[in-house]
């Protein structure tokens, strides 16, 4: 079995639709980040979250928002989804304590289409 | 400034030949630099890594080469193969605090047979 799911694995939606992309580990790690990735743009950070009562803000949350309902998920949300808002969403988690100190692991992403 | 820049965008080698990407960075209190490597449809997975007290580390046919003084890394791949044919991401952090890594733009990069 995977270490981190994400669920949808592909998700195709009109402007204005709420969406909810989910995100599960068992590795047991305490951070756990939303990322994008636009072709070009490389890998830009939406969330981040080191435990369940600490969510911060990435280079790009306009427009999304998080829950880290418990330590294992981390669920991503669009409000009102928009065109530019069209990506693919990786799930990582980390351990800082682990002996290679900031390494992430991805989840396999979600394609999210927003028509 | 936080930005990690890497070059080239993109980059095509013949089987056998040494694939080369750069990065630069700016925060000299940057003090681990990870390599990702992507595969289609997959997420990123670490690569390799290194930290600025050696100037290089090898894995196996991957190499970091780190430039403490001119602030820059490269990832070399001898002897490419079709099966390295992946987007890489280099990166930089500052291990052990709450800095996040800060991830360059990726380079395509494909190994003809």
């Known amino acids: 079995d995977a270490d981190v799911t994400q669920t949808p694995r592909n998700r195709i939606t009109k402007t204005g639709k709420r969406i909810m992309l989910e995100c599960s580990q068992t590795k047991g790690h305490d951070r756990m980040y939303w990322y994008r990735q636009d072709p070009g743009l490389g890998l830009r950070l939406i969330y981040y979250s080191f435990d369940v009562k600490d969510i911060n803000k990435g280079e790009i949350s306009d427009g999304y928002s998080v829950s880290r309902q418990a330590q294992a998920k981390f669920s991503l949300s669009l409000e009102s989804a928009i065109p530019n808002q069209t990506a693919l969403y990786f799930c990582?988690?980390?351990?800082?304590?682990?002996?290679?100190?900031?390494?992430?692991?991805f989840g396999p992403g979600t394609r999210l289409t927003v028509l | 400034q936080q930005q990690v820049k890497q070059s080239p965008q993109s980059l095509i080698v013949q089987k056998g030949g040494i694939s080369i990407i750069n990065c630069a960075y700016e925060n000299t209190a940057f003090d681990y630099f990870p390599w990702y490597q992507q595969f289609p449809g997959k997420g990123p997975a670490l690569l390799i890594a290194?930290?600025?007290?050696?100037s290089e580390k090898k894995e196996g046919r991957f190499t970091i080469s780190f430039n403490k003084s001119a602030k820059q890394f490269s990832l070399h791949i001898m002897d490419s193969q079709p099966g390295d044919s992946a987007t890489y991401f280099c990166a930089a952090s500052i291990e052990g605090s709450q800095g996040n890594l800060i991830f360059g733009k990726g380079t395509k990069l494909s190994v003809k047979p």
């Open positions: 990582a988690t980390s351990d800082p304590n682990r002996d290679r100190g900031n390494e992430q692991f």
């Open positions: 290194i930290r600025p007290d050696v």
